[in-house]
């Protein structure tokens, strides 16, 4: 099982999982972030302006994983360089808001974005935000559900208001990674010291392995490389 608390800097990190939101306007990506990364929600939250993260420290079977999540806006104006924000992730948050059609019907795009700029192996999950809002729903979980099957996502309706599924969704997607990595490394044989082999998800550097790995993550803004 796994835990995790908010700030415990000092912490030995095992691997650092670089997780993006991506989504509509509106939807929550960001509301959804602080919820998990500070356990706070805000009603008048701004539309994001270019690239944000955040980062939560947690455990899972006893390995200390740093999470470090992307947030960008959703509207594309204010969008950052694709590229740039997709570049080694491991994780995907695809965010619609239940009482907006549109912002599900518009997923398939966003999928499309991410199959073209990430990794091919990314691990994805769909999720369905602001379910507290059930008497304004316009998005059956039934649909969300058959196109998630479909496409092979996790799938999960949040509501970052009232701290509904946020948590699970974080940990599912960072679970799913843990569990592909950690299963690369046991083919690989002990081998998390080995820089050129890191058991990533496709054999790329895109997963920070073994002890005193951590990168500061000011330096891990976007855009250099
Ligand atoms: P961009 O930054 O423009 O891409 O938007 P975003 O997806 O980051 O949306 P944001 O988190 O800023 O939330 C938009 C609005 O929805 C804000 O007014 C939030 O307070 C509200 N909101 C977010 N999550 C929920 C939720 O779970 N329930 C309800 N009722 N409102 C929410
Ligand atoms: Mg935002």
Not at 43 to 70: C, M, N, P, Y
Request: aromatic content about 8%.
């Amino acid at each position: 099982m796994a835990t995790g608390g908010y700030g415990d800097a000092s912490q030995k990190i095992d691997y650092v999982f670089k997780i993006v939101l991506i989504g509509d306007s509106a939807v929550g990506k960001s509301q959804i972030l602080a919820r998990f990364s500070r356990n706070e929600f805000s009603l008048d939250s701004k539309a994001t302006i270019g690239v944000e993260f955040q980062t939560r420290t947690l455990s899972i079977q006893h390995k200390s994983i740093k999470a470090q999540i992307w947030d960008t806006a959703g509207q594309e104006r204010y969008r950052a360089v694709t590229s740039a924000y997709y570049r080694g992730a491991v994780g995907a948050m695809l965010v619609y808001d239940i009482t907006k059609r549109q912002t599900f019907d518009h997923i398939p795009r966003w999928l499309e974005e991410l199959r073209a700029h990430a990794d091919k192996n990314i691990v994805i999950i769909l999720i369905g935000n602001k379910s507290d809002l059930e008497d304004q729903r316009a998005v059956p979980t039934e649909d969300a559900t058959e196109f998630a099957q479909k496409e092979g996502l996790f799938f999960l309706e949040t509501s970052a208001l009232e701290a509904t599924n946020v948590e699970n969704s974080f940990m599912t997607v960072l679970t799913e990674i843990f569990n592909i990595v950690n299963k690369n490394n046991l083919v690989a044989g002990d081998d998390r010291n080995n820089n050129n082999n890191p058991g990533s998800l496709a054999g790329k550097n895109i997963i920070v392995p073994g002890p005193a790995q951590e990168i500061p993550t000011k330096n891990r803004a976007c855009c250099t490389s």
